[in-house]
């Protein structure tokens, strides 16, 4: 695991912009938080076919924990903050709270979804488990990197399903949009 610790983050660190969200994001010293999802598989995706490090990634997911306040205000706030420490910055960069998932993703997603306790629990449960996917900048610049499902499948180009919460079409409508960038992919069927 440490080789592929380390050849994770080469891949990332290709990435110009990434680092960036990371490096901002740090300095607004939310709780608990990971830069995470697409813009990072998708780097090292792009590093391993030979593509832009940048290529096809939609924009960069932050994920924090803040369980104090789980008003929409609150979420705001943060979300008004973020816009403020990424201006100037050329990429899409979406923040959310994780201690207010399960108020809200029954409407978006059609099932419920219990209260998270963490952020690492809220990555737990994306639709695939090489998504399963969180790096940080800790207050020593040394990098955080939560990887429960390992990285066999992130730079091997495999996508996994995880049946824990997300519903088989949320799977299958990012497996088809992914394989469209990334023909490279195998993608293995919802169980």
Avoid at 5 to 28: F, P
Avoid at 37 to 51: K, S
Avoid at 97 to 111: D, M
Avoid at 112 to 130: G, N, V
Wanted: aromatic share 12%; charged share 25%.
């Amino acid at each position: 695991m440490d080789e592929q610790l380390v050849a994770l983050k080469s891949a990332l660190s290709r990435n110009d912009v990434l680092l960036e969200v990371m490096s901002r994001t740090a300095s607004l010293e939310l709780p608990g938080w990971y830069v995470t999802a697409g813009c990072l598989f998708q780097t090292v995706w792009n590093v391993v076919t030979d593509r832009s490090p940048t290529s096809g990634i939609k924009d960069y997911d932050i994920f924090y924990f803040d369980s104090s306040d789980l008003s929409w205000d609150a979420e705001d706030e943060v979300i008004k903050a973020a816009q403020r420490a990424f201006t100037g910055l050329a990429a899409d960069v979406e923040i959310r709270n994780e201690a207010r998932v399960h108020l809200w993703y029954e409407q978006k997603f059609g099932v419920p979804c219990p209260a998270y306790d963490s952020t690492e629990a809220a990555i737990d449960s994306f639709a695939a488990t090489t998504c399963c996917l969180g790096v940080r900048l800790e207050t020593d610049g040394r990098w955080r990197i939560y990887a429960p499902h390992g990285l066999s499948d992130v730079f091997g180009m495999v996508l996994r399903p995880n049946p824990v919460l997300a519903p088989r079409q949320v799977y299958e409508a990012k497996a088809e949009r992914w394989l469209q960038q990334w023909p490279e992919l195998t993608v293995l069927p919802w169980p």
